[in-house]
Nanobody, 123 residues
């Protein structure tokens, strides 16, 4: 079992930056791939970025490529999402998810989810 807790969300002006954290419980968190997803009101949950268990592999949605960076510190059981050059279209609840086997972009395939953190970007 893995328990995930997101933090770092908030209100920021367009062009600003935020760093989200996904803190995990469990001694084997370093074995899990982690994805970040977001969901805006009235929209489906969408993939943002993912990172392999070791951190050697990362992948981004086209909409955030070049602006967001995913990283992890397995010694701290934490995955980060650095978000730069934020746009109003990035406004959403951001979720992290983890899975021991799956490393992809489909939300339903991930077994463990956090409660989400709100990111609001004003114009």
């Amino acid at each position: 079992q893995v328990r995930l807790v997101e933090s770092g969300g908030g209100l920021v002006q367009a062009g600003g930056s935020l760093r989200l954290s996904c803190a995990a419980s469990g001694r084997t968190f370093g074995s899990y791939a982690v994805g970040w997803f977001r969901q805006a009101p009235g929209k489906e949950r969408e993939f943002v970025a993912r990172i392999s268990w070791s951190g050697a592999s990362t992948y981004y949605a086209d909409s955030v490529k070049g602006r967001f960076t995913i990283s992890r510190d397995n010694a701290k059981n934490t995955v980060y999402l650095q978000m730069n050059s934020l746009k109003p279209g990035d406004t959403a609840v951001y979720y992290c998810a983890a899975d021991l086997v799956y490393y992809g972009s489909v939300p339903i395939e991930y077994d463990y989810w956090g409660q989400g953190t709100q990111v609001t970007v004003s114009s």
